[in-house]
């Protein structure tokens, strides 16, 4: 019996053979599940002929007559699901365009996949169609594909891994499974050529939704969300951004343990923050919610904390005082032997220090005094140096800054300057822009010794600069490299304040005065 499908031969949908696979497996897959899918789908491949069935699941072949239907809108736990769209238009392009002969079987009937000519409006077309015969009753789904080469078969291997079930070669071990879904480790096994894949993430972990491999992701993870539904009916690979959201709602499921290795294996975005208002491209949202989930448990939390006892988290900053604080603690930071790892203020849900807590607590800010005599004599000398290298550079009428010590020697800072924002810039001797003025001037303690000369003068013209702006703004770069210039072109004067400091602090750190000066 010749049964028309009225599917015109030409009609213009383009399947590769990855997706003719896919949707052919697909009809099995659904009919059995993911619990019992390793035991109970069977394939063979042999001299061209690729047969794949399940035992004891038999349905009536009218299901594949219509666009549009489906088993699953059946009751009977003995129909296999989705012979809708996907058998008709995976069996017209197999057909067509890749020369495949298609026969089908289940239960008393068996079907191959043909063409007939109809006439539409006095022409003539090719038409797909079922010649369907009856057979003996068979407790048996099968599907035979005939004229396939070696590199059809290695695709269709490919696609029995695009599927979810716990024996799938791509999964490792299971970290967390819930009703809706699974998270396990990548394994060892090959992210075949022909899988999907999402561009920015490359073939490195996996990501199923609803029960497929429709994307990957740059971590050591396997990921699967049941309950995802993709829009595009084409299936195509998941967006980068369309990962993360998969990232989102697993971090919502997974239990305390679950989140905890989940994070271990995302640690290159513990200190992610999100760039922009709304940042879809952003890790942050997901490492919070695996944060706070770990948090939730006392035991995961102590776990965690054991593993990983030297983060520092960076809370936010709502002032110019944070800022700076936020500056001397990292300058604090970057001189310590103990090798510490800035993360996220997320991470203070755990009950870690934030990078502030710890740096005052080892007396890395700095701490003020006032400079006493014989410091206010080496102010003196560097403020003559300025006074006669200087002059109408740093300001136009050179007031000197208040002098400050900084008296607690784990300071990271030689030197700073408190500064004010001028109401209107002006223009210095060199045509550089004056927009600050300095308010104080801040010098460690140490340099006011016999061999701090060099490190206190530099410190004193470093700071400053500060006229011009911050560190990181090329109105400083400009500044600082002109004030350099200076000093390094005006070398006699620069050694004859260097005795007068000598005999200033003659004796200390045990250095005499050359030549007896």
């Not at 497996?25 to 993911?34: A, E």
């Not at 006892?309 to 110019?320: E, F, G, K, N, V």
């Not at 001397?328 to 090798?339: D, N, P, T, V």
Request: charged share 25%; proline share 3%.
């Amino acid at each position: 019996m010749i049964i028309p499908l009225n599917i015109v031969t030409t009609y213009p949908v383009r399947w590769t053979r990855y997706k003719v696979f896919r949707d052919f497996v697909q009809n099995f897959y659904d009919s059995v599940g993911y619990g019992n899918w390793k035991e109970r789908f069977c394939f063979e491949y042999h001299s061209g002929m690729l047969r794949m069935w399940v035992d004891d699941i038999c349905f009536s072949y009218e299901w594949l007559l219509h666009i549009g239907a489906s088993t699953k809108t059946a009751n009977s736990r003995d129909n296999a699901g989705y012979f809708g769209e996907g058998f008709k238009i995976a069996s017209l392009c197999a057909v067509r365009d890749y020369g495949w002969q298609i026969e089908m079987s289940s239960g008393g009937w068996e079907l191959s996949v043909t063409c007939i000519e109809q006439e539409i409006d006095k022409s003539t077309v090719q038409m797909l169609a079922y010649d369907v015969k009856e057979r003996e009753e068979q407790k048996r789904s099968c599907l035979e594909i005939t004229f396939l080469g070696q590199d059809d078969y290695q695709i269709f291997r490919d696609v029995l891994s695009a599927f979810y079930y716990p024996e799938n070669p791509m999964i490792g071990e299971k970290i967390w499974e819930g009703r809706e879904g699974a998270v396990y480790t990548r394994s060892g096994a090959c992210y075949g050529a022909g899988l999907p894949y999402t561009g920015d993430y490359g073939r490195k972990g996996a990501v199923f939704c609803a029960y497929q491999l429709l994307g990957s992701n740059p971590f050591n993870l396997v990921v699967c969300l049941h309950y995802y539904k993709k829009e595009d009916r084409e299936r195509n690979s998941l967006y980068s951004f369309e990962v993360i959201e998969v990232f989102q709602q697993l971090a919502r499921y997974v239990d305390a343990y679950g989140a905890m290795r989940m994070l271990e294996k995302m640690r290159r975005y513990w200190n992610s923050n999100p760039r922009k208002l709304i940042d879809i491209d952003s890790w942050s949202p997901v490492i919070d919610h695996l944060i706070s989930k770990v948090s939730q448990s006392q035991d995961m939390t102590a776990c965690f904390r054991e593993k990983y006892p030297d983060l520092l988290p960076q809370a936010s900053l709502y002032s110019i005082r944070d800022r700076n604080r936020r500056g001397q603690a990292k300058a604090w930071l970057s001189i310590q032997s103990r090798e510490y790892l800035l993360v996220k203020g997320q991470f203070q849900k755990l009950g870690y220090k934030t990078l502030e807590e710890v740096c005052e607590e080892c007396g890395g800010f700095v701490r003020n005094d006032r400079a006493e005599p014989s410091e206010d004599k080496g102010f003196e000398i560097l403020e003559n140096i300025t006074r006669e290298l200087y002059s109408g550079f740093f300001a136009c009428n050179q007031e000197f800054p208040m002098r400050r010590i900084i008296c607690n020697e784990s300071a990271s800072y030689h030197g700073m300057a408190k500064v004010y924002r001028k109401n209107k810039p002006v223009m210095n001797v060199r045509g550089l822009s004056i927009r600050y003025e300095i308010g104080e001037i801040y010098l460690k303690r140490s340099v006011f010794s016999s061999n701090g000369y060099f490190d206190a003068l530099a410190t004193y013209i470093h700071e400053m600069c500060h006229a011009f702006g911050g560190d990181s703004s090329n109105a400083f770069s400009q500044g600082l490299t002109a004030a350099m210039e200076t000093l390094l072109a005006n070398a006699p004067v620069i050694e004859g304040y260097r005795q007068q400091w000598l005999r200033q602090y003659r004796g200390v750190d045990g250095i005499e005065v050359p030549g007896g000066g």
